[in-house]
């Protein structure tokens, strides 16, 4: 398998060199905004462990990342109003994975509309940041 490669966007992210709309953090994960939401709300979760994907994550590591899933979907749900929650996660340039950097989509749903497809749009950075704030107001409870 290739090698975690630490020049990938979310590993800038994690080290602070490029900016996020950070929803959550803890010790071990970080949550952010996906800035091409394919669907209003959709956050990003990921370890602050090196991980490129599912086939070389730690059990320990990844078991974090699925605690703060847990943690974040309902209060995504919650906070833009959604009928359901997307979470997804790919593995591997055949499974749509493009940021090699494990991350897990959570993607808030409204009945009967569909996600706009991957990268398709940039949102407004406006809309991004009153989000954020909703969203992690909401985490803190
Ligand atoms: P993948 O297809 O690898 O599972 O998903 C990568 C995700 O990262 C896509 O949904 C894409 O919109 C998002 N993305 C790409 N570049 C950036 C970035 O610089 N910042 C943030 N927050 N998300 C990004």
């Known amino acids: 398998m290739t090698a975690y490669d630490s020049n990938n966007i979310f590993a800038k992210i994690l080290r602070g060199e490029l900016p996020c709309y950070k929803v959550y953090e803890d010790e071990h994960v970080l949550a952010f905004l996906d800035i091409m939401p394919r669907s209003p709300g959709h956050t990003l979760v990921i370890p602050k462990a090196p991980s490129r994907n599912i086939l070389d994550i730690t059990e320990e590591d990844y078991l974090h990342v699925a605690r703060a899933t847990r943690k974040i979907a309902p209060a995504a749900m919650a906070t833009f109003k959604a009928d359901g929650v997307t979470v997804q996660q790919h593995n591997e340039p055949a499974s749509g ?39 992690s107001a909401a985490l803190r409870g």
């Open 97 to 135: 994975q493009v940021v090699f950097h494990l991350h897990v989509h959570i993607m808030p749903r409204q009945d009967g509309v569909a996600l706009l497809a991957p990268a398709s749009r940039k949102e407004d950075p406006k809309v991004l940041e009153e989000h954020a704030a909703r969203l």
